[in-house]
């Protein structure tokens, strides 16, 4: 008589642990990518709203160095600060200083209105978005310019 010995897997025990392998690897790999898109997304609105602040903070800080003269150009969507040109570039959503000889100053920019309230009071308003519609994000402030003189053009 001849005996077998019983050591290693049956073919069963082998393809039952595959599938088991097979089923909490694709839970894992789902569970990660879901994780790695919610962080992009995040990211990117991150980014717009970096980037609307900055445009914010500059414009401001602009208008509170006390120039002589400010120009509300292009409907409301551009300024002219002592001949510093801050306008919006709606082919690339970018709002450029000086005409876009100058410095780019936040990109994924889609709106940049100046509203001019009781003939002394400037309304900005800046709105970022990513270029797939999502991630939108606005800032809002009033500013009184307190030695300037203000057109609007």
Same mark, same amino acid.
């Given at each position: 008589m001849?005996?077998?010995? *019983?050591?290693g897997?049956? &073919?069963?025990e082998l393809l039952v642990t595959l599938a088991l392998l097979g089923i909490v690897i694709s839970i894992y790999s789902s569970l990660y990518y879901s994780g790695y898109k919610s962080y992009k *997304?995040?990211?990117?609105?991150?980014?717009?709203?970096q980037n609307v602040r900055y445009a914010m903070n500059y414009i401001v800080n602009q208008l509170d160095k006390g120039p002589s003269?400010? *120009?509300i150009i292009d409907n409301g969507?551009? &300024?002219?600060?002592?001949? *510093?040109y801050i306008q919006l570039d709606t082919k690339?959503?970018?709002?450029? &200083?000086?005409q876009n000889r100058g410095h780019e100053?936040?990109?994924n920019i889609v709106e940049f209105n100046v509203i001019l309230k009781n003939n002394k009071v400037l309304n900005i308003e800046i709105v970022g978005q990513n270029s797939d519609g999502?991630?939108?994000?606005?800032?809002?402030?009033?500013?009184f310019p307190r030695k300037s003189v203000i057109n609007v053009k």
């Amino acid at each position: 008589m001849v005996v077998k010995s *019983n050591k290693g897997f049956t &073919l069963v025990e082998l393809l039952v642990t595959l599938a088991l392998l097979g089923i909490v690897i694709s839970i894992y790999s789902s569970l990660y990518y879901s994780g790695y898109k919610s962080y992009k *997304n995040t990211q990117y609105n991150i980014d717009i709203e970096q980037n609307v602040r900055y445009a914010m903070n500059y414009i401001v800080n602009q208008l509170d160095k006390g120039p002589s003269s400010i *120009n509300i150009i292009d409907n409301g969507h551009g &300024l002219v600060i002592d001949g *510093n040109y801050i306008q919006l570039d709606t082919k690339d959503n970018k709002i450029y &200083l000086d005409q876009n000889r100058g410095h780019e100053i936040a990109t994924n920019i889609v709106e940049f209105n100046v509203i001019l309230k009781n003939n002394k009071v400037l309304n900005i308003e800046i709105v970022g978005q990513n270029s797939d519609g999502t991630g939108r994000f606005s800032l809002t402030t009033d500013i009184f310019p307190r030695k300037s003189v203000i057109n609007v053009k």
